[in-house]
């Protein structure tokens, strides 16, 4: 069985297949787009995770970092496309009660072919799993 991150990164992903401007095009990675023909779209990754344990059961809390990155191709309108694929993000993400956002940023990058634009979205999961069972939620 796969670590409960990795369930949950392939669950918000499936959550943010088919929004409006980005479709299908939704990749659990941090890694670049390539090609055009993939913008825009959504990168799902996560990050740090900070870990409780309980005195009770060896319950563990654990408090994820999750990122949903939009990425545009930059043109004259890279703020309202990064701002609408942000609200259509945050318009889905309210269905998961474990999210919380926490956080945004936007950024451009023009070390691609061409130049793009960058909104991240940062959320913070909590999830629970018992000690030696990090596959399990509890």
Known sequence: MSHV????RESIAALVTGLASTGPRVFQS??????????????????????????????????????IIGVAKQNNAIDDALDQI??????????DHR???VGIETDFDDETDKPVGRIA?????????RA?????PA
Not at 31 to 45: K, S
Not at 121 to 129: A, D, K, V
């Open 5 to 8: 991150r990795t369930q949950i």
């Open 30 to 67: 941090r890694m670049r787009p390539q090609g055009e023909a993939n913008l825009p779209c959504l990168l799902v990754t996560t990050t740090d995770e900070e870990i409780t344990q309980s005195q009770i059961g060896g319950l563990f809390e654990r408090r994820l970092n999750l990122i």
């Open 86 to 95: 942000a609200a259509e993000v945050e318009t889905q993400m309210v269905l």
């Open 99 to 101: 999210a919380t956002l």
């Open 121 to 129: 979205l940062r959320y913070q999961i909590i999830y629970y799993t």
């Open 132 to 136: 030696g069972t990090p596959g399990t």
